[in-house]
């Protein structure tokens, strides 16, 4: 969580130094997601679905390597309708959930009173796209939402 914060904060400060957002995006390096790697890597990932409100994946493996502590993830485009052992390729993502700091100054501005949280704070949320399901066999991908 912390790291998200700190990502928060260095994006934050490089969009208000007056630099479009454009080259920023064509000269900042991605950040590393939950599995260490780059944020877009094309990677192997394989573990088990594990239901929570935010995330559906418990990892154990990630590119043949075993890790020692699990991580979880969102896998947003495949049915996980078994407890079977799932082996998935394809790449991690983010994006930002909860209620932006924006809106209530915007609704303060406005003389509106301010929205209260019903989720999640406003953080980044990683998860994992699939570009292929290695195991179990006959299960398809999803389109995404």
Same mark, same amino acid.
């Given at each position: 969580?912390?790291?998200?914060?700190?990502?928060?904060?260095?994006?934050?400060?490089?969009?208000?130094?007056?630099?479009?957002?454009?080259?920023?995006?064509?000269?900042?390096?991605?950040?590393?997601?939950?599995?260490?790697?780059?944020?877009?890597?094309?990677?192997?990932?394989?573990?088990?679905?594990?239901?929570?409100?935010?995330?559906?994946?418990?990892?154990?493996?990630?590119?043949? +390597?075993?890790?020692?502590?699990?991580?979880?993830? @969102?896998?947003?485009?495949?049915?996980?309708?078994?407890? @079977?052992?799932?082996?998935?390729?394809?790449?991690?993502? +983010?994006? +930002?959930?909860? $209620?932006?700091?924006?809106?209530? $100054?915007?609704?303060? @501005?406005?003389?509106?009173?301010? +929205?209260?949280?019903?989720?999640?704070?406003?953080?980044?949320?990683?998860?994992?796209?699939? $570009?292929?399901?290695?195991?179990?066999?006959?299960?398809?991908?999803?389109?995404?939402?």
């Amino acid at each position: 969580m912390e790291r998200s914060w700190l990502f928060i904060m260095s994006v934050a400060g490089l969009l208000s130094s007056g630099i479009p957002a454009s080259t920023l995006a064509q000269t900042s390096p991605p950040p590393k997601g939950v599995t260490g790697l780059t944020i877009g890597s094309y990677l192997t990932i394989e573990g088990t679905p594990e239901q929570s409100k935010f995330f559906n994946f418990k990892v154990d493996t990630v590119n043949g +390597m075993r890790l020692k502590q699990p991580l979880f993830l @969102e896998v947003d485009n495949v049915a996980l309708t078994s407890q @079977e052992r799932y082996v998935l390729k394809g790449y991690e993502s +983010m994006r +930002m959930i909860g $209620l932006p700091p924006a809106i209530n $100054l915007a609704r303060k @501005e406005a003389g509106q009173p301010p +929205m209260l949280e019903r989720g999640a704070v406003w953080q980044v949320h990683y998860y994992f796209v699939a $570009l292929s399901v290695v195991s179990p066999k006959g299960v398809k991908l999803v389109p995404r939402d």
